[in-house]
């Protein structure tokens, strides 16, 4: 799979292709060729999994609103970022 493939898929597409991916290696089967196309194809893949979430974090920032209908970015909160009580 070349760079140009894996920037071709949606986020849910290139998430399973990764999990597919980290399976694979997981079984300690393959030829360490084999290994290393998969490794490289894993790495494109993450980095395009993780522009594509920046983007819609990017999105998620400008649609929301407060106050007098005014929008205002504010940063995304994950559950690790959420404040413990």
């Known amino acids: 799979m ?25 079984e300690g089967d393959l030829p360490l060729e084999q290994a290393l196309k998969l490794f490289e194809e894993g790495m494109q893949l993450s980095a395009n999994c993780r522009k594509k979430l920046e983007a819609a974090e990017n999105r998620i920032e400008i649609l929301l609103k407060k106050g ?18």
């Open 68 to 85: 007098e209908g005014k929008i205002v970015a504010e940063p995304f909160r994950t559950d690790t970022d959420a404040p413990s009580s």
């Open 2 to 26: 070349t760079e140009a493939d894996t920037t071709e898929h949606s986020f849910e597409a290139g998430l399973e292709r990764l999990e597919k991916i980290v399976q694979d290696m997981e």
